[in-house]
């Protein structure tokens, strides 16, 4: 039926004033078409003032003019749950509890209905089984075969975490369109499915014709693993072939891609070539530096973002504060701590997250915890980033407490949690607690987790139970360096050198490489067991098997392999054919093997070295003293004691 002009004009008005956001105008309107009786009772005006309302982000005036409704249908419904869905987590929790109203006044929801409900229930995630009741709704009333239906609940599958679903609900779709595609590939994305995302957009492109750049946004997220990149290279050129390159989206999800990928040449090339950079595209290279480990650029680049005027977000302070607490970069890691709280992003969980880990890698577990106590209600990854803290800083009591306030707030753990509380068990060799906290993994299902079961050897074989450690070991299907190098050392440090051994040369027969830690652990091994000829083996197959140079730890360890042996002459010339920065850590270790075996000469020699070197040690000063008074030299003795006087 035709509405009267009038009727029409106040409508152009509303859809005029919705699209501005002019809120002020729409009410002095809304008073008019109030003082007019029969326009106050038109439904028509009704649901346009609902949009109105709901588009202007009014909700409690939108809600208004509904309730005053007096005959409700369907449009005036679907007009308050699109606008309540639309307007983020605040409108939609009440959309359920009106669709269920709506079912309640025997009013039948149509297609336009569904897509509202089902993103309302992807944004509340605690709806999960209504709006599985609201699905099979859909399905009754046949509107689940509907473009706009289908690809909204595809959404709301993928944001609960159920992929697998929202493709077979995809694939059974009779009708997609761009926004079907671009809903499916971002699912898999978000669960880091990259080939999975890449065989939907390849499909895709089969299919439709014309791909928009939030198609390839999507898609770019997905890549974020090496592994990965040359797919991404790929997709690069389908995005030059479109020409949507010149969306900034695009192009700062390239950068972001590239970063990601480790291929940050690329990365900083394309941010180069853009002429219309924003905030985004200067937080993407940043976060790709702090990322890879390379901080001082992440930190440059903030710098010049800074003075070229652009506003960082929560996002980017997090990625400069990562590259702040990689290289100690105590002062600028303040100044970002300041800048963030002049920005007004202290009560984010992203930035408290980033602030408590950055103090605790500095050392400041005082401040950390002042970071971790300012929010009232952390969530588990700062639970987890405190309690790390704790632990990285050998304040493992007050980690196992934190693990245990956490455990009275009903806060589940994850996996890191529970590998720094082992952590702490076994740095305080608690068997007992560790043994209650090796039991909550299993109760939480993070038992198989090959980061626990590696916590767990540790501790086992450092509390001593070493039958418990192997079991634990033997068991594990996937086996990392740590792991190995764990069982490696508590087997070495209880004595087991020779099993130590045995499991070193069992790893190299599986292909796992050692590092650094691992030499230091078994040339440890063989100066407890004094096999010289063994220690020099493994110190030389660093270098000509493994590539890996020596480092002071392991010409300590050499030194005191042989001086154990009591080949003190042939540690005092490895000593002085070292080609690097020592110090006096190798004469140290030499010394007091001197007096052991009653070598005074090269005793004296290895003391008066760190006497040049201006050792500080009163033990060192003590021995060399003893020494000299073996050997009768007491003028040697007075000068000796009186220089450590001084």
């Excluded at 915890?369 to 050998?394: C, H, M």
């Excluded at 042996?565 to 030499?590: Q, T, V």
Aim: proline residues 2%; charged residues 20%.
């Amino acid at each position: 039926m035709p509405h009267p002009p009038q009727n029409r004009s106040f409508y152009n008005l509303l859809i005029q004033y919705a699209d501005q956001k002019s809120l002020k105008k729409g009410q002095i309107l809304h008073a008019h078409i109030i003082k007019i009786p029969y326009l106050s009772s038109c439904n028509y005006l009704a649901n346009n003032l609902i949009k109105f309302y709901a588009k202007c982000g009014h909700l409690h005036g939108a809600k208004l003019v509904f309730e005053n409704l007096k005959h409700k249908n369907v449009v005036s419904y679907n007009c308050l749950i699109h606008g309540l869905s639309h307007n983020g987590s605040k409108g939609s929790n009440f959309v359920l509890e009106l669709f269920r109203r709506m079912i309640a006044n025997n009013i039948l929801p149509d297609a336009h209905t569904f897509p509202g409900v089902f993103t309302a229930a992807a944004l509340n995630l605690g709806c999960n089984f209504d709006a599985r009741q609201v699905h099979v709704l859909g399905i009754k009333t046949a509107s689940i075969d509907d473009v706009f239906v289908g690809s909204s609940l595809v959404n709301f599958y993928c944001k609960v975490g159920c992929v697998f679903e929202a493709r077979k609900l995809f694939d059974r779709m009779p009708e997609r369109n761009l926004v079907s595609w671009t809903t499916m590939i971002s699912g898999y994305a978000s669960k880091q499915m990259a080939k999975e995302a890449l065989g939907v957009f390849g499909l895709m492109r089969l299919v439709e014709g014309n791909l928009n750049e939030f198609v390839f946004t999507s898609v770019l997220s997905a890549l974020v693993c090496p592994e990965f990149v040359d797919s991404g290279k790929q997709v690069h050129c389908v995005v030059v072939k479109n020409g949507v390159l010149e969306f900034v989206s695009v192009l700062n999800a390239l950068v972001t891609m590239y970063a990601k990928c480790g291929n940050l040449n690329y990365s900083l090339m394309l941010f180069e070539m853009c002429s219309d950079k924003n905030a985004i595209t200067w937080s993407a290279l940043i976060t790709g530096y702090s990322q890879a480990g390379d901080s001082h650029k992440a930190l440059k680049l903030f710098s010049k973002m800074h003075y070229a005027g652009f506003v960082p977000s929560e996002f980017t302070l997090v990625g400069v504060l990562k590259a702040c607490s990689d290289v100690a970069a105590i002062e600028e890691g303040k100044q970002t701590h300041g800048y963030l709280l002049k920005s007004g992003y202290e009560t984010q969980i992203y930035t408290a997250t980033a602030l408590v880990d950055m103090y605790a890698k500095f050392g400041f577990t005082g401040d950390a915890r002042k970071g971790f106590d300012f929010l009232l209600e952390p969530d588990l990854v700062l639970w987890t980033s405190i309690i790390a803290g704790y632990v990285q800083n050998g304040k493992n009591e007050e980690a196992l407490s934190m693990y245990g306030r956490m455990q009275m707030r009903k806060i589940l753990p994850n996996e890191l949690t529970m590998a720094s509380v082992l952590k702490a068990c076994s740095n305080l060799a608690a068997l007992e607690q560790g043994k209650q906290i090796h039991a909550r993994t299993i109760k939480y299902g993070l038992g198989p987790e090959l980061s626990i079961r590696s916590a767990l050897s540790t501790m086992y074989a450092k509390c001593g139970s070493l039958e418990e450690g192997v079991l634990i070991f033997r068991r594990m299907l996937q086996r990392d360096i740590v792991s190995w190098n764990a069982m490696i050392s508590g087997l070495s440090q209880n004595g087991h050198g020779r099993e130590a051994l045995e499991l070193f040369e069992e790893m190299r027969l599986e292909g796992t490489k050692p590092d650094h830690i691992t030499f230091v652990t078994v040339l440890s091994a063989c100066s407890h067991m004094g096999i010289v000829k063994r220690g020099w083996a493994y110190f030389n197959m660093m270098f000509d098997e493994f590539g890996l140079v020596p480092r002071v730890e392991h010409y300590a360890c050499m030194v005191d392999v042989l001086s154990r042996a009591g080949k003190l002459n042939e540690a005092k010339e490895f000593i002085e054919s070292a080609i690097i920065d020592h110090g006096m850590c190798l004469w140290r270790i030499l010394l007091p093997a001197c007096r052991n075996h009653c070598n005074y000469e090269l005793g004296a020699y290895a003391g008066e070295k760190l006497m040049e070197l201006g050792s500080r040690e009163s033990s060192a000063y003590v021995l060399l003293s003893s020494i000299y008074t073996a050997m009768g030299r007491l003028a040697d003795v007075v000068r000796v004691r009186r220089m450590m006087k001084v």
